[in-house]
């Protein structure tokens, strides 16, 4: 099966710095990377995803990188701001219909 | 248009007791799946189905099993239930054309 790990853990930045977050993979099949941000007691939501047969994607303040040699990839959120303070998840899609998520990171975002 | 619910919400069981837990999308999605979540686990996958009347394991299946009702609905269920499975659980179902997952509210469950 598929094996997904994700650091840091935990990550503390200041408002306005850009923060980074890793993710490997270990199954070079896996060909679908989304990222999802869970605050305090709600459901997961999806806030970029990117297929294997790209390399980068943006979304305003949001980008995702994929390095499918190296099998891993990366979420990075530029200009960071309270409002992004939540848990950040990785995911990849194996075989077509399963998903392996990563242990989480925990953002704060100091004002 | 509800997305995915679940019920019920909150829930406390004794150790031995049995429940199911209920989802239910209305956004004519194939696939649906079943998740628990454990503090600084992240979420792993109990059971999938991948269309209505298949169903398949996951990463941790031992003392779960599921039921694709029909196209909307799938159920998990507890047959004896154990401290280990205090968790949240969180039902998704997915776009196959995307392969974006959509996550209903999660049910929180404790055993004693």
């Known amino acids: 099966g598929e094996n997904v790990e994700q650091h840091p853990s935990t990550l503390s930045v200041q408002e306005g710095d850009s923060a980074v977050i890793k993710c490997t993979y270990s199954?070079?099949?896996?060909?679908?990377f989304p990222w999802y941000k869970q605050e305090l007691g709600k459901r997961p939501q999806l806030i970029i995803d990117i297929r294997s047969n790209v390399g980068e994607k943006k979304d305003q303040r949001i980008a995702v990188t994929l390095n499918k040699t190296a099998k891993h990839f990366s979420l990075h959120i530029t200009e960071t701001q309270p409002e992004d303070s939540a848990v950040y998840f990785c995911?990849?899609?194996?075989?077509?219909?399963?998903?392996?998520f990563g242990s989480g990171t925990k953002l704060n975002v100091k004002p | 248009n509800a997305g995915v619910t679940q019920t019920p919400k909150f829930q406390v069981l004794k150790t031995g007791q049995s429940m199911t837990l209920q989802c239910a999308q209305d956004?004519?999605?194939?696939?649906m799946y079943w998740y628990r979540q454990d503090p600084g686990m992240g979420l792993r996958l109990i059971y999938y189905?991948?269309?209505?009347?298949?169903?398949d394991k996951g990463e941790v299946p031992n003392g779960y099993n599921v039921s694709r009702l029909n196209k909307r609905e799938f159920s998990l269920r507890l047959e004896s239930a154990a401290p280990s499975q205090t968790s949240v659980y969180f039902c998704?179902?997915?776009?196959?054309?995307?392969?974006?997952?959509?996550f209903g509210p999660g049910t929180r469950l404790t055993v004693l």
């Open positions: 956004m004519n999605h194939n696939s």
């Open positions: 199954d070079s099949a896996s060909n679908y």
């Open positions: 995911a990849a899609k194996y075989n077509f219909n399963k998903f392996y």
């Open positions: 189905s991948a269309s209505e009347g298949t169903t």
């Open positions: 998704a179902s997915r776009l196959a054309s995307t392969d974006t997952q959509y």
